[in-house]
């Protein structure tokens, strides 16, 4: 009996296994995941109502006995002091003790302070006020003089171990509808804080944030007091609705943690009087943590149900793992590079098929990459040599600058590699120094070639060269990238150079590692209006200019390899002080 020439791989086991293993679980998963599930997500969700509302209504009755207290101690006070709050009345010891007294009622108070209409007054309490304190009573203090209660942000008061969460909470001092004074009080949040901590649980995290989005207080530490949190969607629907929402809201929404977007359940409850809401949220791996059980279960039994089909496919899954394999591997290798790699399958299955047609593609992309690589290289040698002859025929212009822009390129390299910058930096920088003077060839030769100094005028027609480079490179897509380190070359971190003035981050690091190699070059070859200086000599000026002209994390690289002698420059005469300054000035 003559055997086909192929045998369907399909028919041999995909059968068995999907038909009798995998379809019948499959439906059965998803049917029963998807009648919990929204059982599961009404439950937490009214897990999270209760919780963030218990909370917000926690804060809410606090606030307002607070309120409370503040109004009973604003009558005491009037009993206490005659409704006469003016001058040396302020500091009567019966003041002074209904406010120590107060201070000392609760454990969530730390400071608090009667002023009177000339902002001078008594204070009790464990803190001292600080900076951002005292900028709160102000603001209190401007609010009750317009008779209004003032409930402040939070504030991180303290460091270290005693650093603690504050607001601070006033009420005017009136006598009929006559301003006395103000009574604040300093009120420990950390009682809000293990509120939230208590709340959080089972990978809920809970917090507090006010009508801009910012942090009031939190169950841990990751994120501080005042931070603003509108990146968080639940806190930016709550900013969205002017902090006045009354309504608990609870949604599904997507978060970002690093660069991973993690699916999350949260609700948020308004505290109306202070414009808080309480936010509570979970991931919905944790919120959903039942369902997720339940499919690892039917999973357990779906996985079961595929060993025993493919029990009886054994015998066909040893005849197909030793090709496979060898496939995967040699695949592996090729992906890897190695082109060398053949598969050598015998096989009347469609993967004998697929390994002639493997090793003959194989061969195709061998060539091709190889042919490629050469052609890559070819251009890549060409364009070089077309950079550096352009960059040769601009030198040849000014026989004073010959070879001028071969000595910047090995220069600008040699800072580059120095500062540890990638391969493709390094060679943006290469074609940018070797490119950095092609604008000189729009210039005109009575200027470019003047032995003396230029007039002003002149001087002003050369500084034209950088941005004619630029304008002569601009179409060049490939040399879009060098266009600044050939238009900004000269420019200085002071803001003193040419052609836009830029100043300090403005100019890009290209240029500067460039300008720098330009200025060293140009003071330690010999030029119409000056001659060569001794490269040490100019190492120090350059180091003079750091922080005004150059930047000095590049003229530390320029001192590493000129000192290692990676430069190898013929030593000239030092030159004067007033030479120098002049050839910097120049370049």
Request: overall charge negative; glycine content about 8%; hydrophobic content about 40%.
């Amino acid at each position: 009996m003559r055997l086909p020439t192929r045998i369907p791989l399909l028919y041999l086991i995909s059968g068995v296994l999907i038909l009798v293993g995998v379809v019948p679980l499959y439906f059965y998963g998803t049917q029963v995941v998807a009648i919990n599930r929204d059982r599961l997500k009404i439950n937490e969700q009214l897990l999270q109502n209760t919780v963030t509302k218990s909370l917000s209504d926690d804060i809410e009755h606090r606030h307002g006995t607070l309120q409370a207290s503040l109004g009973n101690l604003s009558t005491a006070v009037l009993i206490a002091s005659g409704g006469d709050l003016s001058g040396e009345h302020i500091n009567t010891p019966e003041l002074r003790a209904l406010i120590e007294s107060f201070t000392s009622s609760t454990d969530i108070l730390d400071y608090a302070t009667l002023l009177n209409e000339e902002g001078k007054g008594v204070s009790a309490g464990r803190i001292a006020p600080d900076a951002f304190v005292q900028a709160e009573l102000e603001h209190a203090f401007v609010a009750a003089r317009e008779g209004r209660l003032y409930s402040g942000e939070s504030l991180s008061v303290g460091s270290g171990k005693n650093q603690r969460t504050t607001m601070l909470v006033s009420t005017p001092v009136m006598s009929n509808n006559h301003f006395l004074g103000m009574i604040g009080a300093v009120v420990d949040l950390q009682y809000l804080i293990n509120s939230l901590r208590s709340a959080s649980q089972g990978g809920l995290e809970a917090f507090v944030v006010d009508r801009q989005g910012r942090m009031v207080a939190g169950s841990n530490s990751k994120y501080p007091t005042g931070q603003a949190m509108t990146g968080n969607q639940l806190v930016k629907n709550f900013v969205d609705q002017g902090g006045r929402s009354k309504l608990v809201a609870t949604s599904e929404f997507a978060m970002k943690r690093g660069t991973q977007s993690v699916q999350m359940l949260g609700t948020y409850s308004p505290v109306p009087s202070l414009e808080w809401a309480v936010i509570a949220e979970k991931t919905q791996a944790d919120a959903y943590q039942s369902v997720f059980e339940m499919q690892r279960t039917a999973e357990l039994f779906a996985l079961m149900a595929i060993v025993l089909s493919v029990a009886f496919g054994i015998f066909a899954a040893r005849k197909i793992a030793t090709p496979l394999q060898t496939l995967t591997d040699s695949s592996r290798a090729i992906a890897r590079g190695d082109f060398s790699q053949r598969v050598h399958v015998k096989s009347r299955t469609e993967i004998g098929e697929l390994a002639e047609t493997f090793n003959s593609m194989t061969s195709d992309l061998e060539r091709f990459v190889f042919d490629l690589k050469r052609a890559a290289e070819e251009n890549r040698t060409l364009f070089l040599s077309s950079i550096q002859m352009l960059a040769g025929a601009v030198d040849e212009k000014d026989p004073y600058t010959r070879g001028h822009s071969d000595r910047v390129t090995r220069y600008s390299v040699l800072i580059a590699k120095e500062l540890e910058l990638p391969e493709d930096e390094v060679e943006k920088i290469r074609i940018s120094a070797q490119l950095h003077d092609v604008g000189k060839i729009g210039i005109e030769d009575r200027i470019l070639k003047k032995p003396g100094a230029l007039t002003p005028e002149e001087y002003e027609i050369m500084k034209t060269h950088t941005t004619k480079g630029a304008a002569i490179l601009r179409p060049v897509e490939m040399l879009k990238e060098m266009i600044p380190g050939i238009e900004l070359h000269h420019e200085s971190l002071d803001g003193r150079g040419y052609p836009h003035g830029l100043k300090g981050d403005e100019i890009p690091l290209i240029p500067r590692i460039i300008m720098v190699a330009d200025c060293f070059d140009a003071m330690t070859t010999n030029r119409p209006y000056q001659a060569a200086m001794d490269p040490e000599y100019v190492v120090r000026i350059i180091t003079s200019l750091t922080n005004t002209k150059f930047d000095p994390r590049i003229v530390a690289a320029l001192t590493a390899v000129f000192q290692r002698g990676d430069f190898r420059i013929r030593r000239a005469a030092v030159v004067t002080p007033e030479t120098a300054v002049a050839a910097t000035e120049s370049v």
